[in-house]
Nanobody
Framework: QVQLVESGGGLVQAGGSLSLSCAAS????????MGWFRQAPGKERDFVAA????????YYADSVKGRFTISRDNAKNTVYLQMNSLKPEDTAVYYC?????????????????WGQGTQVTVSS
């Protein structure tokens, strides 16, 4: 079992950058593929990015490709999401999630463990 806590959200102007972190506690962090998802008010939870257990493979939603970068540090039990060139449509609550022995999928149902979320607001 793993517990996840996101941090780093906030308010930023369009074109700016934010860096999100997700700290995991519990055993076996390196056995989990990790994902970032987001949910805007009144909308479904959408896939943003995912990373494999050892960080060798990364996956992105088309809407963030080239602007966002997912990475992880297994020694620190932390996964990151660097967000650049932010747009107002990136405004949402961002969640990290863990998929035990997963490969990094865009499907939320594959992730058993979720953080509480962190708000990202991009002003125009």
């Amino acid at each position: 079992q793993v517990q996840l806590v996101e941090s780093g959200g906030g308010l930023v102007q369009a074109g700016g950058s934010l860096s999100l972190s997700c700290a995991a506690s519990g055993r076996g962090f390196s056995s989990y593929a990790m994902g970032w998802f987001r949910q805007a008010p009144g909308k479904e939870r959408d896939f943003v990015a995912a990373i494999s257990q050892n960080g060798g493979n990364t996956y992105y939603a088309d809407s963030v490709k080239g602007r966002f970068t997912i990475s992880r540090d297994n020694a620190k039990n932390t996964v990151y999401l660097q967000m650049n060139s932010l747009k107002p449509e990136d405004t949402a609550v961002y969640y990290c999630a863990a998929d035990y022995l997963g490969v990094g999928t865009r499907w939320p149902a594959a992730y058993k463990y979720w953080g509480q979320g962190t708000q990202v607001t991009v002003s125009s």
